[in-house]
Every structure is written in structure tokens, then in C-alpha cells.
């Protein structure tokens, strides 16, 4: 057998069910892989004793018959989830020695599962960024490198530690959240499988909340079929979240038939942006051709207010946000701001909260705290929803048109190097997410597949957006295309 | 629309952020780039369009108001970075 740490999630279970190895074998694999990869800076809170008690537990489950899929699976949980009595900071310094005392709804659905976590993982400050650059625990370092150039590459972000520790095989899954592309752009950076999942598919209760319309959680994983298994686990209604959707969650794994004959996949035009590399261009049509081959009809369709879905998202999340971050002012958990003699409450908040929130989160509630304020809450909030509506109509044009999904690039380029993106204003970072936040702001599905290499030898993704609730149809155009895709290829182990 | 240092400085105070005086600009300017680009909205026709509300049509669900949850006082305060006596501390708020 393989390392077990490299074992899919699907390939372990079935081992897992044969007897061929157990949980704790796998634990010890993964384990041991995360100690030799402190190089990547992916777990910032390893959680061994923990993991080994759960591993145990879900061998005895095994034995006893009739384990769900996740049961034993050893998995990588985003420090944005709040873990009992594990340290959760999403990766802010105003949450340093924060311990929960609960567990956020979808962690203890993995956990009730007999899914094995095995620590926390990075990601940018309050999943604010594109690069993990924002992080307290410094930068999450990407397996890949281009070609024998050892400068160090950026596994995007938020949910940076989450796409390298998949991508490097620390973990044999990990969750990951998607507020703006959180999930799909490091996917696509790193060469695994992310979806995010329609706005209410997972509860959000026990997630550190950033943008409460966006937000969504999902899993990262090394296949489609293992994003299918994982979903599955982390979906379902919360009467803790209002808006977690009272649906049934269907057996999305059962759904994966590869069969896409007759699916009408749209190609939009208006994501073909000016300075597109050609890698990127060529990437898009490769992909469009493997799904036709598949016996998917390819459409054009338009979208037409794809463009103004960045600056409407830039209203909608920092002003979210700025609400939301509110309740961190130093009274009630986390780190409060040494205080000079006779400061009073308010002194505490601003000093508080300017030696807590690092740079870009500062930036972000500010930029949020200004377009809700009087006077400007008309010109910029109201008319950034207005937008937002019509960004989602445009989606469901589309979809009444007759169209199963859309397929786009993931991102507008492979991995860039850490560092590189330092001098560039804030609004160069945010184009990152120029083909993925429209999703959000839609609520709808999207998949990031790996579909090729680019010419320096990094991983380049695609996006399928799907129906409202129709994650197992988009999984199955997925896996038809990470089918057609073939793509193998794996970071050369450097760390 | 240009935000000047005084409004950087207003926006700091109703967030909560201490911004020393010698950062003013720098945020300003920042401020500005950002609010440039969001200002791409105003070549929208939104006429008539009602601004979200919620991106799946569902009506937000009722409940009945009971306790359903409570008397946990000590993990309340568990995480408090000043905690005394049962209760969150703070600095003196009234003279």
C-alpha cells in the first residue's frame, strides 16, 4: 500500500472497512508527516493527543460494523471553526489564547462521524486575504515550487494551511470557508478539489463569522469523490443557523455516475478578461472541449454584471464585517490592550482593536464602518445590494435558459510567490477572486477541479458553478471532467 | 467622493481603531483607491431593483421565545481577559 498519509479519502475508508489498516495507523501517518512539514507553516495547533483518543475510538466504531464514511478518517480543521477547548484564533492575534467552550456545528458533525482531527490549520487573518500573507501565525507556505526555483509560493488563500496541508499530504481531507473564493482559489493553487456549497447547505453557527451573506463552509480535498464523501458529512439543517436550509442531503457520493451525456454546460463570456494569460485561455477551452467530448453540449452565455460583482463584494463583505467584528473589544474573550493609567472604556476598545486586528482587517472594518454610515449608507451599501440582486439574476437567466452549470477558470493565474504581492495596492490582491466571488454573492454551488500545469510546472484550476441545491449534480460534471483531466501530478517533496 | 485625513480620522474613531495622526494620510489614501474602485457601481442602472436581502428565498424562521439554554456562567467567562467576582470587568465607565 501507498503511504497511508497519501491515501484518499474514499481509498482509506475501504481500506478501513477491509481491515487492511486502521485509524490509528493513519493517524500516525499523518502525524508524523505534519511534524517533518513545519516547513509549510500548515497546522498552527497540533492536536496528537486528541487525535490518537478520537483514532481509538472510531477503530472500536470499525470494528463494531456499520461506520459512516468519515468514521477514522484523520482530517485538518480550519482555525476559523471553534473546536472545544482547542485553541481558535482564526488566525487574529485579538483571539490569541481563545478556547472555545463548544463546538462549531460542522466540526462536530465530522466528529460525531468519527472523523479524527488532527489540529487546526492557517489561513488569513480573519479570512480576510487571497495568500495567507494575513495571518498571525505568518505566511502558509505551498507545497509547489516552479520547477527548481525554491522561492517560496503562496497556497492562496483564505483557507491557505487547509490547500497545503491537502496538497502535501499532511491530512487526508480539510475543511476550508469561502466567502469571496476562499476555498476554490487555494484549491486551484495547490492542485486539490474544493467546493463551496450553496448559501445554507452548512451551518454557519460555530464558524468565526466574516461576511454572514457569503460566508459558507466546504471541504478541501485530493478528489472529487472525496469532496463528495466530506460534503455530505458537513451539510444538513442547524436550528442554530437561521439560515440553514431545511433540506434533505442527498448521497452525493451516489450521484457520481461520470455521466454528463445531454448536460448543457454555459461558457460566459464576460469572464474572458482583457490581459487573460494564455495558459489560462487555453485551460478554459481544453476543458470546455473534455466535457463536450463527455456528451455535454457547450453553450456561450452572457452574464452580463460579472463585472461590477468585485466592487459590489467589496461594499457588501467589509460592511459585514465591520458589524460583525464588533464583538471583539477586549471584554469577553481574546486579548486586551495594556492600558495606561486613567484610560477608560473607550480608550480600551481603540487600543484594543488597533494592536489586534493586523493591517488588512483594520482596513476592512474601517472601509465597512464607512459605507454604512450615515449619508453613505444609500450611495454605496443599499446600491451594492441592488447590484447583488441583479448579479444573481443574471445566474438565473441562465440556469431558466436550460443551462446544468458553468465552467470558468478558477483563478486568473497559477500560485504567485509569497512576498510578491506586498507592494501591490489592495485592489491588485482582490482580482484574485474575480471569477469566484460571483458565486457568493449568488449563493450558488461552485467546484474547483485541477485540470492542468502550467508552463513553470503549477497546478491551474477550474471552476463549475452549479443550480441553487444541486451539489451532487455539479460533483458528477466534476468528476466527468477530473476524469477527462487526468491530473496526477504532485508537489515534489522539498519540506 | 475623497476622503480627507479628518473624515480617515472620523471613521477610525466610529470603528473603534486607534490610527495615530502620522497615519492619517497614508489610510486616506487607501481609503480612497478602495472607495475608486467601488465607485464602478455607479455606471449600474439599478432603477427599480430591490437591494438583497436574503440570497435563498426563505422567510426567516420563528421560533418560540423560551429558554431553551443557560446557567453556564463560568464557561461565559472562561475566555474574559478580566473576569471578577461572576462578571466581565472593564475599566471605570462612569465618573
Same mark, same amino acid.
Given at each position: 500500500m501507498t503511504e497511508l498519509n497519501k491515501l484518499t479519502l474514499a481509498e482509506a475508508r475501504d481500506a478501513l472497512r477491509k481491515g487492511d489498516t486502521t485509524s490509528v495507523e493513519l493517524t500516525e501517518a499523518c502525524l508524523k508527516a505534519i511534524d517533518a512539514a513545519d516547513a509549510l507553516n500548515a497546522f498552527v495547533h497540533k492536536t496528537p493527543e486528541l487525535a490518537m483518543e478520537r483514532a481509538k475510538a472510531a477503530d472500536d466504531r470499525i470494528k463494531a460494523g456499520d #461506520?459512516?464514511?468519515?468514521? +477514522?478518517l484523520p482530517i485538518g480543521i480550519k482555525d476559523l471553526f471553534c473546536t472545544k477547548g482547542v485553541p481558535s484564533q482564526a488566525a487574529s492575534k485579538i483571539l490569541e489564547g481563545f478556547k472555545p467552550e463548544y463546538e462549531s456545528t460542522v466540526s462536530q458533525k465530522l466528529a460525531d462521524a468519527g472523523s479524527v482531527m488532527l489540529g487546526k490549520l492557517n489561513m488569513d487573518e480573519f479570512a480576510m +486575504?487571497?495568500?495567507? &500573507?494575513?495571518s498571525v501565525y505568518g505566511n502558509a507556505v505551498s507545497p509547489w515550487r516552479r520547477g527548481n526555483d525554491d522561492a517560496q509560493l503562496t497556497p492562496g488563500g483564505s483557507s491557505g494551511g487547509s490547500a497545503s496541508a491537502v496538497a502535501a499530504d499532511l491530512c487526508l481531507a480539510a475543511t476550508g470557508t469561502d466567502t469571496g473564493g476562499s476555498i476554490r482559489q487555494p484549491a486551484a493553487f495547490t492542485g486539490t478539489v474544493g467546493i463551496k456549497p450553496t448559501y445554507g447547505r452548512c451551518s454557519r453557527w460555530g464558524i468565526v463569522a466574516f461576511a454572514s451573506s457569503l460566508d459558507q463552509a466546504g471541504p478541501m480535498t485530493k478528489s472529487v469523490r472525496d469532496a463528495a464523501i466530506m460534503l455530505e458529512t458537513m451539510c444538513g439543517h442547524d436550528p442554530k443557523d437561521s439560515t440553514s436550509a431545511e433540506l434533505a442531503v442527498p448521497d452525493f457520493e451516489a450521484m457520481l455516475t461520470g455521466d454528463i451525456r445531454g448536460k448543457k454546460i454555459g461558457i460566459p463570456k &464576460?469572464?474572458?478578461?482583457?490581459?487573460?494569460p494564455g495558459e489560462i485561455e487555453k485551460l478554459w477551452s481544453d476543458g470546455a472541449e473534455m466535457l463536450k467530448a463527455a456528451g455535454a453540449e457547450i453553450v456561450d452565455i452572457s452574464l452580463p454584471h460579472t463585472k461590477y460583482a468585485l466592487p459590489a463584494y467589496y461594499v457588501i463583505a467589509p460592511a459585514e464585517a465591520s458589524s460583525n467584528l464588533a464583538r471583539y473589544d477586549g471584554v469577553r474573550y481574546g486579548r486586551r490592550a495594556t492600558l495606561d493609567a486613567g484610560d477608560g472604556i473607550t480608550e480600551m476598545y481603540e487600543k484594543t482593536r488597533a494592536e489586534g486586528f493586523g493591517h488588512e482587517v483594520q482596513r476592512r472594518v474601517m472601509v465597512g464602518t464607512y459605507v454604512l454610515s450615515a449619508g453613505f449608507y444609500d450611495a454605496y451599501y443599499n446600491r451594492a445590494r441592488r447590484v447583488r440582486t441583479l448579479i444573481k439574476k443574471d445566474f438565473e437567466d441562465a440556469f431558466a435558459a436550460g443551462v446544468d452549470a458553468i465552467l470558468t477558470?478558477?483563478?486568473?493565474?497559477a500560485a504567485f510567490g509569497l +512576498? &510578491?504581492?506586498?507592494? #501591490?495596492?489592495p485592489v491588485q490582491m482582490y482580482l484574485n477572486d474575480v471569477f469566484t466571488v460571483t458565486v457568493n454573492l449568488a449563493g450558488l454551488p461552485g467546484v474547483a477541479v485541477p485540470a492542468g500545469l502550467d508552463s513553470q510546472g503549477l497546478p491551474l484550476g477550474l471552476q463549475l458553478i452549479g443550480k441553487p441545491w444541486e451539489e451532487g449534480d455539479l460533483l458528477n460534471t466534476a468528476y466527468a471532467l477530473e476524469n477527462a483531466a487526468g491530473f496526477v501530478a504532485k508537489p515534489q517533496q522539498w519540506w | 467622493m475623497s476622503i480627507d485625513q479628518s473624515t480617515a480620522a472620523k471613521v477610525a474613531k466610529l470603528a473603534r481603531i486607534k490610527v495615530e495622526d502620522d497615519a492619517l494620510p497614508a489610510l486616506a489614501d487607501e481609503f480612497n483607491n478602495i472607495l475608486g474602485f467601488i465607485e464602478?457601481?455607479?455606471?449600474?442602472?439599478?432603477?427599480g431593483v430591490e437591494p438583497m436581502t436574503s440570497v435563498t428565498p426563505q422567510r426567516l424562521k420563528r421560533r418560540a421565545d423560551e429558554v431553551t439554554d443557560g446557567s453556564q456562567q463560568d464557561k461565559v467567562l472562561a475566555n474574559a481577559p478580566d473576569a471578577r467576582e461572576g462578571f466581565f470587568a472593564v475599566p471605570k465607565v462612569v465618573e
Open positions: #461506520a459512516p464514511s468519515m468514521c +477514522g +486575504g487571497s495568500s495567507n &500573507e494575513t &464576460e469572464y474572458r478578461m482583457d490581459g487573460m477558470p478558477a483563478t486568473p493565474s +512576498g &510578491e504581492m506586498t507592494e #501591490a495596492d | 464602478q457601481l455607479n455606471e449600474v442602472d439599478v432603477e
